[in-house]
């Protein structure tokens, strides 16, 4: 009987669970999948960052290299 309760109740939560982000809308179970894998994309990028964190600096400092590399003000080289 306890499980007929419970399984009602995760029911109700599901049916009721809603997010909306712009133009994104998503209700019930999609919206509860959509949750959950972003909370473990989440996790997975945090965990990629503590693993690698003694090469952030590095790659971020090409990063910004690259960035002011495509920028249209930047100095060209004149053939």
Same mark, same amino acid.
């Given at each position: ?37 972003? /909370?473990?994309? =989440?996790? *997975?990028? !945090? ?7 003694? #090469? @952030?600096?590095?790659? /971020?400092?090409? =990063?910004? *290299?690259? !960035? ?7 100095? #060209? @080289?004149?053939?």
């Amino acid at each position: 009987m306890k499980q007929q309760k419970f399984f009602k109740r995760v029911s109700r939560v599901t049916r009721t669970f809603r997010i909306e982000a712009g133009p994104f809308r998503a209700q019930g179970p999609p919206a509860v999948l959509v949750a959950l894998s972003g /909370l473990f994309v =989440a996790a *997975a990028i !945090a965990r990629a960052i503590i693993t690698s964190s003694d #090469r @952030l600096p590095e790659t /971020l400092r090409e =990063a910004r *290299a690259l !960035a002011q590399s495509m920028r249209r003000d930047a100095p #060209r @080289l004149q053939p």
